[in-house]
């Protein structure tokens, strides 16, 4: 036996030390070790988020940690986990999950003056939750192949067989979802469950909005039902996935021309109220709008007398249905959806 | 012993036990109605076209490669055998990655049969080459002498004689391609593990996605038996004095060049096509991409987790590889079934499950570390049971006796004389389970504590915003991370054929 191999008894013997260090450390690196600290549980785009955080941070000093996952992920997690959640504060990318959270009866009252830095029309009536920020439905189009005549009068021409194999979009997407769920409150369920079998047979699925529209610009697909800042954050960069793509709202109170309200709202069980309180207040006031303005996530401001980027379509022009906010339900979409095959 | 070795059986059931009680706690009416559905015929569809195209294809490949460098005077033959193992340095995504770069458009099943035999095949060619490097070459000799050609001899003697490391390999491969998740994602090919990720992020631990792992835990077992079946349990064994001579190299003539050419556009396959794409992205994304105030953290924590569930596995599997070697018998069997079984469940499976009984009814451990270990440690427990197991079976039961002969305590032998011979191969196996770990995704997504960031998570959150130059330093260090156990296995596997 060579005296440098480790013996088995050293290992077994370290095997405690070894399982139990990492295990504080991690939990030390994940918790950012500060019992005072927020832990949210994220939806939107991480680095928008983050720099929200950042800000919040800087401002006040209190310390937040994210923990990441998708809409309609984390909203059901926070109701399975019920009043034993560890989240302080939900953000989400859309209103179908704030709408599961809150009426499952799990979030706190928003002050009142927090409710007074957004609009009615981006908020519930309930004030438990707020529209933080907002984001248009959109088809990019590959402006190569489409001439704006030929382009879809309404997200319901899609049904058409004549666009069978020409349009993508990504359907297990919270996106997407709430895409659907507006449609639900606006036509009903006899026209979005049809709606969503003619998509079955007829779309191209696929896994994110940003490869749904680099597959636009590839020329794999005409067009793709996607959100309007994927296009103008390419842009800013490289531009080397959206090159041929152009965008085409649909206007007119068409349920494509949806607009869809990113919410955050306090837990009930946060054991961090006055934080988690103060950072939607920070949020929906001018820091954290400006974010908004001046970042690179190109999606809409929402606080009253809010900026957002000047490059954007004016939120004005886009003629959005109206959809009470609070009455998006995924479940039923989710259950259309799962019917239809297409989950 | 066996007390502890029970209990580990027991958390070993705990995912197909939850499997098995979801289901009844759903409904059968409920149950039928997300089983039954055309969506699941699809993906079973998809799942079998898979296996069927993949699995034989990684075979033939396998055997070629194996045949080439082990039984003939191929030019750089351990070169190549170097180069035919190496692919499993890289991960199964970054394999998925790198081809999507070079061909955007590539999708579907034939993209991933592509992928999966590229990423898979050494899981094949490392069996059937230590095997062939094992053969007796008489048997052959026999065979020619009674009037066999080349073509028979191969498909008559070598073959059957290969027929083990082939359905062992095969079984590797084909829970692999059950359980893959980011390699189809990315090439757009729906199987029941990315159509269980799809209903998770849809409606967390919902009826919907556990029915799903439900059918997937029945394929699962579905190519378990049919591995048992095709295997049988004929023996293959040499008998006759002397040790065997090694085998003879064919000569490969002017067969040479063509023969190269296999192994050469393998390795640029499953070996260029990703450096080349990491390559390319690394120097597109310049020294921007390196952001070590993200990369750093997750490269610490990647560590930890590696380590501490490469020790928590090989502490697990410890008392049953004992057993197993000391005292075998029927019961012993059967712990030891239940220990193995748990390694060809899916990561997703192992993670609904520890989701949603953790959320349920063990609320402390609910997005603990050690929920997330405890998943690592079900999962990669057959890779620590097979290297620990092997190497205690290597200190005889004498040796102990000898020492307490000449005075040790019993506790005293064991610690200093069966535990150091076992040392090698614990640290072996607790290689593999490290190894697993650093890759992992499914399992660390939907597990992982509070702002816990690994490099597999990392990277994957980076592809999903298509900012593949920034994925690329995560994928770097996974594969740099990976090729010295890579290396580790290979060296091994020659060692154990004894050349």
Redesign the interface.
Known sequence: MKKSLPSFASVLALGAFLVGSPLMAVSALAQGADADGIIIYNAQHASLTQAWADGFTRDTGIKVTLRKGSDMELGNQIVQEGAASPADVFVTENSPAMALVDGAGLFAPLAADTIAQVPPEYQPANGRWIGVAARSTVFAYDKNKLTPAQLPKSLLDLADPSWSGRWGASPSGADFQAIVSALLELKGEAVTSSWLKAMKAGVKPYRGNSVAMKAVNAGEIEGAVIYHYYWFGDQAKTGENSKNVALHYFRKGDPGAFVSVSGAGVLASSKHQAQAQAFVKWVTGKGGQEILRDGDSFEYAVGVGARSNPKLEPLAKLQAPKVEASKLNNKTVTDLMTSAGLL | MTGVATLVSMAALLPLGFVVWITIQTGWQTAIAMVF???VG?LLVNTLLLEAWTVPLTIVLAMTLAWLTERTNLPGARVWAWLAVAPLAVPAFVHSYAWISVA??LHGLPAGVLISVLAYFPFLYLPIAAQLRRLDPAAEDVAASLGLGPWSVFFRVVLPQTRFAICGGSLLVGLHLLAEYGLY?MI?FDTFTT?IM?????????P?ANMLAGVLVLCCLGVLGLEARIRGDERYARVGSGSARMPDRRRLGRATVPCLLIPALTAVLSLGVPLFTLGRWLEFGGAAVWRMEAIG?AL??TL??A??GA??A??AA?PMAWLSVRFPGRRQRALEVCHYHVGALPGVVVALALVAIT??VA?PL?????TV?FAYALMFLPRALVGLRASIAQAPVELERAAMALGRTPFQSV??V???????G??VGMALVALGITTELTATLML?????TTLATEFW?LT???DYAAAAPYALMMVVASLPLTFLLHAQSRRAAGR
Do not use: K
């Open positions: 559905r055309a969506r699809e955007p458009g994602v757009r159509a799809d209903q998770f992020q849809s409606a967390y631990s919902g919907a953290p610490v924590q930890l987790l380590v501490a020790v928590l090989t502490l410890a959320v349920r609320m609910y997005q603990t570390v050690f270990l610690r200093q069966t535990m150091r011979l076992a040392a090698p614990a640290a992982a504590p509070n702002g816990t959150s999903g915003e298509i």
